[in-house]
């Protein structure tokens, strides 16, 4: 298993990233600037996340060979490729005026399928040793499933809905009115959005479950 973890960490975004901008683009019917969003958002979110979470916070780390501290430098596009591939056929037609339950069905959707798909993923990755966490189930001998859903409805299940609302409420806008400066904020905007609310949620919970922030690395010794 830890074999193919090493093949789909090179061999995943090679292919899927340049499946999702064309995916994307095709679905889009040639509007660069929503295909640019859909493809550049999950990528930015599994740069800047993750970065943060390895090698600032050290929450978390990739025990993998090619490793920038203990963050691997393409984890961005091996996060966001899949996740734009695997989005891509929950938002069914593009809308140009979507109502809200259009909006809050997409989001809904695409945060359901990330959540299992990445709570199985990261619970394997935890399992085979691809990756290690360091929080309050794992302190407490939790196993990986345990410690995966301790933060995966968080960072994969609220980005999706996030995701999955914010790339509608990007259609109903730039098909309306087709701009790089808007494209560009609606981006800039959805980014920072499925940066900063999924970790204030998982630090809420955090503090409701377990009596502090989440974001310090646990110590076995601390358990009760």
């Known amino acids: 298993m830890r074999r193919l973890f090493s093949l789909y960490e090179v061999l995943g975004p ?16 040639g509007n660069g600037h929503l295909a640019a969003i859909a493809v550049a958002v999950p990528v930015m979110h599994a740069y800047v996340v993750p970065g943060i979470g390895t090698n600032v916070l050290k929450m978390w ?15 961005g596009f091996v996060f966001g490729s899949a996740t734009a591939v695997l989005t891509l056929p929950c938002l ?9 339950g259009t909006i809050l069905a997409s989001g ?9 798909v990445n709570w199985i993923y990261d619970a ?3 399992k085979h040793g691809v990756l290690e966490v360091y929080n309050q189930p794992w ?3 939790a196993g990986p499933w345990a410690i995966a859903a301790d933060y995966v409805p968080w960072f994969f299940g609220l980005f999706g809905v996030l995701y999955g609302a914010g790339l509608r409420l990007a259609e109903s806008v730039l098909f309306a009115a087709p701009s790089g400066t808007t494209a560009l904020l609606l981006g800039a905007g ?3 959005a499925v940066m900063v609310v999924p970790a204030l949620g998982y630090v809420a919970a955090s503090w409701l479950r377990h ?5 310090r690395p646990c110590r076995v010794e601390d358990a009760p």
């Not at 069914?92 to 809200?100: D, F, H, I, Y």
């Not at 009596?211 to 974001?215: K, L, Q, T, V």
Request: charged content about 15%; overall charge positive; aromatic content about 10%.
């Open 92 to 100: 069914g037609t593009p809308e140009a005026q979507p109502t809200l």
């Open 190 to 192: 959805l980014a920072a």
């Open 211 to 215: 009596g502090h922030s989440g974001c």
């Open 124 to 126: 394997l990755a935890l």
């Open 139 to 141: 302190a407490d001998g």
């Open 14 to 29: 090679a292919i899927l990233t340049p499946l999702a901008a064309y995916g994307w683009w095709r679905h889009y019917d």
């Open 108 to 116: 809904l959707l695409v945060g359901t399928l990330l959540l299992a």
């Open 61 to 75: 780390a990739f025990t993998t060979r090619l490793r920038l501290g203990r963050f691997r430098p393409h984890h």
